[in-house]
């Protein structure tokens, strides 16, 4: 699996859009981009996926470059119950599923 | 989305004792369940691989006769952690992956804090 860089943590102020990046510049053309995030002392929970377009759902936007080496994960207004450690994962999909976890971002959302 | 549970959410245990951990897919079927270990500010390390039916795969450096793993049915799998230790006290989450073939979304279970005196 492709390896991935995160800033190990950010701030962001409530009401504020949070911006995560991730670089993944050894990626592969059949490597999905997943984000989970973990609140403390809890399991991870699944924000997002994509491939090469970019993607949204009721959580968050998934922003991939066009050379796939990067991607960035936006919480548009993000609040207190935003705050956990953010994972970028690259994974391929047919290999059975498993994802490798990195250290991650330490997203802290302040009032 | 799918919900995963574990049992118990938190054991205490006596050093040489083994610890039983269930995890179960509540309303999907689980083709494939995972299992994590992570310690006190540190990420998730995957431990191992089930399948409904066969053998656990290990990761590399995680002993298959300390960590028993069975996967016996499509909605449980179940970890033992065999003649604990202090240094197996650790947060051990596990997680659950559906039988649809396009996606990798994995649902996890809420963890189990395991703590060997």
């Known amino acids: 699996d492709a390896k991935t860089t995160q800033p190990p943590s950010m701030d962001c102020a409530e009401g504020r859009a949070a911006n995560l990046p991730c670089n993944h510049s050894?990626?592969?053309?059949?490597?999905?981009v997943y984000w989970y995030r973990q609140i403390h002392s809890q399991g991870p929970q699944y924000i997002i996926h994509?491939?090469?377009n970019n993607e949204t759902n009721e959580m968050a936007s998934l922003i991939i470059t066009e050379d796939r080496k990067s991607s960035t994960l936006i919480l548009p207004h993000a609040t207190l119950r935003d705050t956990a450690v953010y994972y970028c994962?690259?994974?391929?999909?047919?290999?059975?599923?498993?994802?490798?976890f990195g250290q991650g971002t330490e997203l802290s959302v302040k009032p | 989305g799918a919900v995963v549970s574990q049992h118990p959410s938190r054991v205490i245990c006596k050093s040489g004792t083994s610890v039983k951990i269930e995890c179960r897919s509540l309303?999907?079927?689980?083709?494939?369940m995972f299992w994590y270990r992570q310690f006190p500010k540190q990420s998730l390390m995957l431990m191992a691989t089930?399948?409904?039916?066969?053998?656990?795969?290990?990761e590399q450096g995680v002993e298959k006769d300390k960590f028993l793993i069975n996967h016996a049915s499509l909605t449980l799998s179940t970890l033992t952690v065999t003649s604990a230790h202090p240094e197996d006290s650790s947060f051990y989450i596990c997680?659950?992956?559906?039988?649809?073939?396009?996606?990798?979304?994995?649902?996890f279970g809420p963890g189990t804090r395991l703590t060997v005196l």
């Open positions: 309303d999907f079927q689980a083709t494939t």
């Open positions: 089930s399948n409904e039916g066969s053998k656990a795969t290990y």
């Open positions: 994509g491939l090469k």
């Open positions: 050894t990626i592969s053309g059949n490597e999905y």
């Open positions: 994962i690259v994974t391929l999909y047919n290999q059975g599923g498993k994802l490798i």
């Open positions: 997680s659950a992956r559906g039988a649809s073939g396009g996606s990798n979304e994995q649902f």
